[in-house]
Each structure stands twice: as C-alpha cells, then as structure tokens.
C-alpha cells in the first residue's frame, strides 16, 4: 500500500486551483479544497470532481488574507486527512486601474489576500511538515508573467506578484535544511473567471468591446491559443513530484510563449 499524500490548495473553488486541486487528485493527492465562505457551492464542484478520481476532499473556508483562518486550515487538514506533503497558495484577486488612482484601501486589500495570504500559507504549511517529521514537503504559489514584467493598470497586481517570487527565493533557502521546496508558477492569460473580470474593466478604461482585450492578448501568444487551467496544473503537478526534488526557490513561468527569461 502507498502512502497516502495530502495537499492544501487555496482559492480552489474555481479557475486555475479547481484545475490544479482536480490534477493533484489525479496525481494520487487526497486534497484540501480552500475558499472563501461564499464561494461553497463552486467548491462542492471541485470536491465532486475530485472525488471521481477516487481521492478523498473536503472544503475548509478560509479567507487567505486571515493568519489564523490560514493556520486553522493546515491544522484541520492534518486532522480530516491525516497529513500534509504539498501547500499550493493559489488564492488572489486582480485589481485593474491607472496607478495615480489606486487607493490605500484597494493597496492593503490586494496585499493582504495575494502575498500576505501567501506569508501566511507557506509559514503554516513549513511549521506544520517540519512538526510532522516529513522527510520531503512542497510548498508552491502563485505568481504571474506581471510578477516578471509591470504591467500597466495592474501595477499593485504586478508588484505583489514580484513580491510572490522574491518571498519564494528566501524562504527556499530557509526551509532547504528541511527538504521542503518552495517554488512558484507565473500564468499568462488563462481563461478563468479572473480574465473575465480583467477583460470588462478593460473595457470600461479603453472602449474596446467585451471579449477584444482577451483576444488581443491571446493574439500575442506563440502557441496562438489561451492557456487552461490544465496547463497550469502540470506544471505544478511536476513541482510537486519527486521529478522536481532539486527544484526550488524557482518560479516557472507558464504562458505558451509571452515571456521569455
Ligand atoms: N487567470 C490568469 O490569467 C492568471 C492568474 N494568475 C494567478 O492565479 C491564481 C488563480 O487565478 P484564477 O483562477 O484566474 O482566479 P479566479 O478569480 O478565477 O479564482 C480565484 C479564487 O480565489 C478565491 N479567493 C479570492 N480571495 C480569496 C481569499 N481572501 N481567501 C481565499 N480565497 C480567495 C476566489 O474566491 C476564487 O475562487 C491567482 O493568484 C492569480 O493571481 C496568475 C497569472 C494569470
Ligand atoms: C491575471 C494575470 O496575472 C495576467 C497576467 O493576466
């Protein structure tokens, strides 16, 4: 009998992580489905689908930008599943406006759920592993190409996704004694429901019919086609295996061709 393997994946009820939790489960994770309160019904989805691979789900609501909600969350994961081997802070939302006009309000909201929230999942996930005795752990998150390159109108997007990948760095080379791996994955336009909040205030700013301003980026892709869900989970499904056991402190952009570094 194998072990049996248990992952966190955060803002899991939709988009990129339903895709992410749904190939882990396929990977053989049993998996802990992460969302706001609000968003239970779309996490009941991702739970059922993860339970057609046979895995083992449940869902926690947590709000990310909450420290205690965070370490709550790895604490019942470990009771309800048993363990803890792969945390994927994947929860984040985007904010779409001339930098003159962003407010301190919309500054501290979008730092708080996209790298406080991502502080607070990696140091709970590390102190629960290293307390476990886990001879190997994964800790993943999310970035975006706007962490490789500002983006206009997504500037306090862009500099907490830089920030993303510089927490990374650091906190690779802290929990290495551990044999805890800390990566990232940087998207490109993935056609979730984040993209379409993206493309409707694009719209408002520039007058370009709905659907234009997603097209036109997905124009600009070498492989000519928007990215899934699907795309993004191999490649954390790879940073999660035992293939990707000398990879850390990296964050691996993911984006058919925008990008080059
Ligand atoms: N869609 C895209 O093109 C790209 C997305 N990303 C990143 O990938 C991640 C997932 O994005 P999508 O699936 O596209 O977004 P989405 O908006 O479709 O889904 C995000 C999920 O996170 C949840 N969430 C939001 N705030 C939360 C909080 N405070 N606590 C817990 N959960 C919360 C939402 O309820 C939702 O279920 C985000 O971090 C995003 O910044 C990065 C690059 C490109
Ligand atoms: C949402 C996002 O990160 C991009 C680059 O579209």
């Known amino acids: 009998m194998t072990d049996i393997r248990v992952a966190i994946v955060t803002g899991a009820a939709r988009g990129i992580g339903r895709g992410i939790a749904v190939k882990l489960a396929k990977d053989g994770f049993d998996v802990a489905v992460a969302d706001l309160e609000g968003q239970r019904q779309e996490a009941e989805e991702t739970i059922h689908r993860i339970e057609q691979e046979g895995r083992r789900a449940f869902f926690r609501p947590t709000d990310v930008s909450q420290r205690d909600q965070v370490f709550g969350l790895v604490d019942d994961t470990v009771n309800e599943l048993g363990t803890l081997d792969a945390m994927i802070n994947n929860a984040g939302i985007c904010q779409i406006k001339p930098m003159l006009d962003v407010t301190q309000e919309e500054l501290e909201t979008i730092y708080r759920i996209n790298l406080f ?124 295996s035992d293939n990707a056991r000398y990879v850390t402190g990296q964050t691996v952009i993911v984006d058919g061709g925008m990008q080059y570094r």
């Not at 970035?143 to 997007?157: N, Q, R």
């Not at 990566?183 to 370009?208: C, H, Q, R």
Request: proline fraction near 5%; include cysteine; aromatic fraction near 10%.
């Open 117 to 240: 929230g991502m502080v607070y999942g990696v140091q709970a996930a590390a102190k629960k592993m290293i307390k476990l005795g886990k001879k190997t752990g994964h800790i993943v998150s999310a970035s975006s190409i706007a962490g490789f390159e500002g983006f206009p109108i997504l500037s306090a997007y862009s500099s907490t996704k830089f920030a993303v990948r510089g927490f990374t760095q650091a906190a690779a080379q802290e929990l290495a004694p551990y044999n805890i791996t800390v990566n990232g994955y940087a998207p490109g336009i993935v056609d979730t429901p984040m993209w379409t909040f993206i493309d409707e205030e694009m719209s408002k700013l520039n007058g370009k019919p709905l659907g234009q301003n997603f097209k036109d980026m997905v124009d600009t892709i070498a492989l000519k086609r928007c990215e899934t869900p699907d795309d993004v989970a191999g490649v954390v499904s790879f940073l999660v």
